[in-house]
């Protein structure tokens, strides 16, 4: 994985009010998060409107005041009394954190799986009722919904999709905000339990869609993300249900579906970082390959 230099500069130090040694935290394609004491500093994309940060910091506020404390919220900027999360430095967003110790959960921990898809449930219980207004820009997985856009990758095109994809969301009964980036590298578990969840972090692909949406992209991610047993993601959809989770039952063809759009999603990301200039390393390209092949084999 190729991560971008994005330093902690004096600047972002004095909007954030943070002092002293600072780590780069793992992770970061277009952003990064530095931690700095009882502190972290997420240093956002260029290109990042903030507009959209504070609305997606206001889903990771909504989660943690609706009954689900495992959700880390963003703190208000130092100096400001507006209650602003997010101020602009040099081009980009910036926002300050609690740290929060744990240890990134494991995908090859049987226990990871259930455990997630319970916290997803609470997750989704605590949005349910939280009314916001539009996402002032679509969100990733919100894109594609209505079964309306045209992808340039000849391997994205599926009309069935697109068709399947209408009719789920003129029927969807329910919407209310969700995570929209929710896998492993989201979650932080106990260091001494790997069962336990202690904080969902990242809520800038936050959104409103169907909860559906978020219980099939989810599914996939805990399914060993290529998804090659699919009774792995049938198993994370029923935990999910059994643990109260705000989604209806989902059919074979649905929970299938639900996943192939995420998968189109991430192609037609990754072709867009491409045309941007992102550089991949040979992991990024397999990864991709792979996920692409996936998209296709789990074709209904």
Not at 60 to 70: D, H, I, Q
Not at 167 to 189: I, K, M
Request: glycine share 8%.
């Amino acid at each position: 994985m190729v991560f971008v230099e994005v330093p902690l500069t004096a600047a972002v130090r004095e909007a954030t009010g943070v002092t002293g040694p600072a780590e780069r935290l793992y992770g970061g394609e277009e952003s990064a998060a530095w931690r700095v004491g009882a502190h972290v500093v997420r240093i956002g994309a260029y290109g990042k409107d903030t507009a959209e940060a504070e609305w997606c910091h206001r889903v990771a506020v909504a989660a943690r005041t609706g009954g689900c404390p495992e959700a880390v919220a963003p703190l208000p900027v130092p100096g400001r009394d507006d209650g602003a999360t997010v101020v602009r430095v040099e081009g980009r967003a910036v926002s300050l954190w609690p740290y929060v110790d744990g240890v990134w959960a494991d995908g090859d921990d049987p226990r990871s799986a259930p455990a997630a898809a319970r916290m997803l449930a609470r997750l989704h219980r605590a949005l349910a009722g939280v009314r916001l207004p539009p996402r002032p820009k679509p969100g990733f997985l919100e894109i594609g919904l209505a079964g309306d856009v045209a992808y340039d990758d000849p391997r994205l095109h599926d009309p069935q999709l697109d068709t399947w994809l209408a009719g789920f969301s003129a029927r969807a009964r329910l919407r209310h905000p969700l995570h929209g980036d929710y896998y492993h590298g989201n979650l932080l578990v106990d260091r001494d339990d790997p069962a336990r969840i202690v904080a969902v972090l990242d809520w800038d692909e936050s959104l409103i869609a169907p909860p559906e949406v978020e219980v099939g992209g989810a599914a996939l991610e805990f399914a060993d993300e290529f998804c090659e047993n699919p009774a792995d993601a049938r198993r994370f959809a029923d935990t999910y249900l059994e643990a109260g989770g705000t989604a209806e039952a989902l059919d074979e063809e649905s929970l299938t579906q639900l996943m192939r759009h995420r998968l189109r999603r991430e192609g037609a990301y990754f072709a867009l970082a491409v045309a941007r200039g992102v550089r991949h390393d040979e992991e990024d390209l397999e990864y991709h390959r792979r996920r692409m092949e996936a998209f296709a084999r789990l074709r209904p």
